[in-house]
């Protein structure tokens, strides 16, 4: 059974769009949120969030957590053609009882 | 500075041959981790380690084997007996427990069976 579900698995739009991905987790003692950007090598970074209810914004990027329904959601506003990327996200346990697991990610493209 | 290094970025694999993919940071990191990109697809764990001389499974071990002798290095081989190897596999560490910091990456290493 997926411990982090992401979705939409993927989604194409165009420049200028708003879009919202979405990523659904159950990890044991749980500690932060990340979301990561992958094209076409490592993952980079793009938040880490703990508490919830707390806006992070990166320039057109944001993103929030909720930790009573288990959920967070990447937004990016002002689609462009360089947002085209897998975006992943991954509970990061504390107590290091549990292996780092990633989603599936969501394939984003966006089209001029 | 401080990083994961991992190579070879490239390496091609007869079959039946076992390969091993190196591993290693210099970020005094306890935790390190393996996993394995299929073309479109997420991360999939194979092994992590949270201290030396012990390590776990992850979601797809089989056909894979690690070691842990020294913090700084995770080496993964790729056995014989992984039917599909071909991917790119990308290490990963953290600080454990404590302190709650991101993930850092190598940069990937791409195995292709001919």
């Known amino acids: 059974e997926d411990k982090v579900v992401q979705s939409p698995l993927s989604l194409v739009v165009h420049e200028g769009d708003t879009v919202t991905l979405n990523c659904s987790y159950e990890v044991t003692n749980f500690r932060s949120l990340l979301w990561y950007k992958q094209e076409k090598k490592a993952p980079t970074f793009l938040f880490m969030l703990t508490s919830s209810g707390i806006e992070k914004k990166s320039g057109r990027l944001s993103s929030i957590l909720d930790k009573k329904e288990l959920f967070s959601i990447l937004n990016i506003t002002a689609t462009q053609t360089g947002d085209s990327a897998v975006y992943l996200c991954a509970p990061l346990p504390g107590g290091g009882a549990d292996g780092l697991t990633f989603g599936k990610g969501t394939h984003l493209i966006i089209q001029p | 500075d401080g990083g994961i290094t991992q190579s070879p970025k490239y390496l091609f694999r007869k079959e039946g041959q076992n390969v091993t993919l190196s591993c290693e940071q210099n970020l005094n990191h306890d935790a390190m981790y393996w996993y394995r990109q299929d073309p479109g697809q997420g991360l999939r764990l194979i092994y992590y380690?949270?201290?030396?001389?012990?390590?776990q499974k992850g979601d797809i071990a089989e056909g894979y084997s690690v070691s842990r002798e020294k913090k700084e290095s995770f080496p993964l081989t790729v056995t014989s007996a992984q039917k599909n190897p071909t991917a790119f596999y990308l290490c990963?560490?953290?600080?454990?427990?404590?302190?709650?910091?991101?993930?850092?990456f190598g940069e990937g290493s791409w195995l292709t069976v001919v």
């Open positions: 380690s949270q201290i030396v001389n012990d390590f």
């Open positions: 990963a560490s953290t600080r454990t427990v404590s302190s709650g910091n991101t993930i850092y």
